[in-house]
């Protein structure tokens, strides 16, 4: 695999999941409720209200739906007091992982994602015990024929991006956290609603893993990826294709 294709096999790998998950829907009006309650209740304003919106409709929720889940944030009349929870470990083969957690009882979600570690050979650890191995950024999603790799490369850099990753399967354009929104709305101006926009947590460098291992690992990376209170999971593994064809099949 070349280099720089690593980050984007491994979101490649989380899409294909994230199609799978038929809880997709629960976990993002859980984010767009707390986007709207940490911050202003306009998405062009609010970056991390606006990345939400943009999954949002990625994964064709009806306006409404979205529309409720903001005004209940920015109201707060939800019920439930998610308080955001970030745990870090280790997964089998020494592959580092991140969990993002929105939930309404902290003791529940550590039990449930430290089980999750122990029973797939890996191990729970402390807070920032791995999240050295990674940088927090921004990532601007556009299809392949938006253009070609030269003209989106231009347009980024032009927009304040920091690098662009592109494949046949699209271009990845990545920023500094706080230049999401600056980034997205001038790329926006020229090529038109971008596929999607989220923060996310890059690799600095990557773990390889033979196939066994890879197995067992996407065994770990599913068990928490179905976890209701569980957002986000980040990990930096490197594995085969004909591994990585037999997690999304």
């Given at each position: 695999m ?56 990625d ?15 920015a ?8 308080e ?48 050295f ?25 032009e ?33 038109g ?34 976890n ?22």
């Open positions: 070349a280099g720089h294709s690593q980050f984007k096999n491994i979101m490649h790998r989380k899409g294909a999941q994230d199609k799978k998950r038929g809880k997709i829907f629960t976990k993002i009006i859980r984010e767009l409720t707390v986007a709207a309650r940490s911050g202003l209740p306009d998405p062009a304003a609010n970056p991390r209200l606006r990345a939400a919106v943009l999954a949002a409709r994964a064709n929720m009806p306006k409404d739906t979205i529309d409720r889940a903001i005004k209940r944030g109201g707060g009349e939800d019920g439930a007091n998610y955001e929870v970030r745990y870090e470990g280790y997964g089998p083969g020494g592959v580092a992982v991140i969990v993002e957690a929105l939930t309404d009882n902290r003791n529940r979600t550590a039990a449930e994602v430290r089980s999750a570690f122990t029973k797939h050979g890996g191990a729970l650890g402390e807070t920032n015990s791995v999240g191995l990674f940088d927090r950024l921004g990532s601007v999603r556009y299809p392949a024929e938006a253009g070609d790799a030269d003209t989106i490369f231009e347009m980024a850099v927009a304040g991006a920091d690098d662009v990753q592109s494949d046949d399967a699209g271009h990845e354009i990545l920023c500094a956290p706080e230049s999401l929104n600056q980034v997205r709305e001038a790329l926006e101006e020229k090529l609603a971008a596929q999607g926009a989220s923060f996310a947590w890059r690799p600095r460098t990557v773990t390889p893993v033979d196939d066994d291992t890879a197995e067992t690992l996407f065994k770990l990376l599913d068990t928490l990826e179905d209701d209170d569980v957002q986000n999971v980040h990990a930096n593994f490197e594995a085969s294709e004909a591994a990585m064809s037999r997690a999304d099949a």
